[in-house]
């Protein structure tokens, strides 16, 4: 059993299209964090959550964390191709380390 | 800073033998972690280490795997013997302080054991 779900799994959208994805745990955290991966490469660190109800604005890409801390989601507006790859949310369960939901994979079609 | 580096990129090796995964973290960084990814099981922590001692080993999947840092610079990942089902991509991640506040990844090795 996963710590972190995130849904969907899968998302292949066209470009312009908006989008949300979600990163649910019945654990609170103490913060959250969503990485995009590309192929052949490691995961980077896109944005950090800490206080519930946060919002945080990267250009096109909107966070929030949840409330009671146990939620995320990621929202794309006007998707580009340059936006495909995996959306990884992670957070620390205890200590330092951090676990890593499944990912969302995303595709945007010029 | 050239961020965190991993060598090789890619490994292909036959089943029994022993392969070594090398990493250097960032400088100035005091927590590295070595992470397993698969389609099936997504990123997996393996192990990671505080100021160069290991913290917590409970990923490490059987004794065939073990991990070093000698010094703050440097890590290895060894598998001895491998086994087909040992084929994945490894990565190494550094950050400060706790973790916390983000991880850098290497690019990854990737292995393939035939």
């Known amino acids: 059993t996963q710590l972190l779900e995130q849904s969907p799994q899968f998302l292949s959208i066209q470009e312009g299209e908006n989008l949300t994805v979600y990163c649910n745990s019945s654990?609170?955290?103490?913060?959250l964090q969503w990485y995009r991966q590309e192929p052949g490469e490691g995961p980077v660190l896109l944005v950090t959550?800490?206080?519930?109800?946060e919002v945080k604005k990267l250009k096109r890409l909107t966070f929030q964390f949840g409330d009671a801390r146990k939620d995320s989601s990621l929202h794309i507006t006007a998707a580009q191709p340059g936006d495909t790859g995996l959306y990884l949310c992670?957070?620390?369960?205890?200590?330092?380390?951090?676990?890593f939901g499944e990912g969302t994979q995303l595709t945007v079609n010029p | 800073d050239a961020g965190v580096i991993q060598s090789p990129r890619h490994e292909v090796t036959e089943m029994g033998q022993e392969v070594t995964l090398r990493c250097k973290p960032i400088?100035?960084?005091?927590?590295l972690f070595w992470y397993r990814q698969t389609m099936m099981r997504g990123l997996e922590l393996l192990i990671y280490?505080?100021?160069?001692?290991?913290?917590?080993d409970s990923g490490m999947p059987e004794d065939r795997f073990s991990a070093k840092m000698p010094n703050a610079s440097f890590s290895t990942l060894k598998i001895q013997p491998s086994e087909p089902r040992d084929s994945a991509v490894y990565f190494c991640?550094?950050?400060?302080?706790?973790?916390?506040?983000?991880?850098?990844f290497g690019s990854g090795t990737r292995l393939t054991v035939v």
């Open positions: 400088s100035g960084h005091n927590s």
């Open positions: 992670a957070g620390p369960p205890g200590g330092s380390r951090l676990t």
């Open positions: 654990s609170v955290f103490s913060s």
């Open positions: 280490f505080n100021n160069n001692v290991p913290i917590d």
């Open positions: 959550v800490v206080t519930g109800g």
């Open positions: 991640a550094s950050s400060s302080g706790q973790g916390v506040g983000g991880y850098t």
